[in-house]
Nanobody
């Protein structure tokens, strides 16, 4: 069993930045693809960013050029740096391990509003 714990969400003004973190409890992290998803109220969950092994990254069209996914295997943590945030980025953000995702975090709320 792998536990994933997200942190770093909150309220930010449009144009601002946040960095989300997701800490894993298992060494499985080191050799597994990791993903960030998000789900806004009334919408389907969408894939935001992925990082595989080796560190190949991919992004959803709506966040390309603004968000950056990275990982620290020593800390068993994956990050999502979010810049130039927009109100439409408001959602619960989840990290997930594996392809297809096998383990999910509990989610962290990101609200972009003035």
């Amino acid at each position: 069993q792998v536990q994933l714990v997200e942190s770093g969400g909150g309220l930010v003004q449009p144009g601002g930045s946040l960095r989300l973190s997701c800490a894993a409890s298992s060494i499985m992290f080191s050799f597994s693809p990791m993903h960030w998803f998000r789900q806004a109220p009334g919408k389907q969950r969408e894939l935001v960013a992925s990082i595989t092994r080796p560190d190949y990254t991919d992004y959803g069209d709506s966040v390309k050029g603004r968000f950056t996914i990275s990982r620290d295997n020593a800390k068993m943590t994956v990050y999502l740096q979010m810049n130039s945030l927009k109100p439409e980025d408001t959602a619960v953000y989840y990290c997930a391990l594996g392809t297809p995702p096998t383990y999910w975090g509990q989610g962290t709320q990101v609200t972009v509003s003035s």
